[in-house]
Nanobody
């Protein structure tokens, strides 16, 4: 069973950049759609961005974040990245990496494997 482990979170200031990493252990993610989710305080976990297995398609749910975030994958390293720039306090939350066994994504699509999450706090 593949396990996902996130890293790279922490406390940053508004306007800073941050790169989150998600490493998969126990198997390859090369055939999975990968995604990042964010859960703010008291809120539900929401989809942020996803990437298909061939890196030919990415999906964003928030137009504001689309301009500031980049998802990428390095299957040789079994790793997915989320690069975020010009961070805002509203970007604060626990970020989860997830894998979906299908090669496509649509809003509300389910993901099959989840990481434990990592906290990102953006101070104003």
């Amino acid at each position: 069973q593949v396990q996902l482990v996130e890293s790279g979170g922490g406390l940053v200031q508004a306007g800073d950049s941050l790169r989150l990493s998600c490493v998969a252990y126990g198997g390859t993610i090369s055939r999975y759609t990968m995604g990042w989710f964010r859960q703010g305080s008291g809120n539900e976990r929401k989809f942020v961005v996803g990437i298909n297995p061939t890196s030919t398609r990415t999906w964003y749910l928030e137009s504001d974040l689309q301009a500031r975030a980049t998802i990428s994958r390095d299957d040789a390293k079994n790793t997915v990245y989320l690069q975020m720039a010009s961070l805002k306090p509203k970007d604060t939350g626990v970020y989860y990496c997830a894998a979906r066994f299908e090669s496509t994504w649509y809003e509300g699509a389910s993901f099959d494997i989840w990481g434990q999450g990592i906290q990102v706090t953006v101070s104003s």
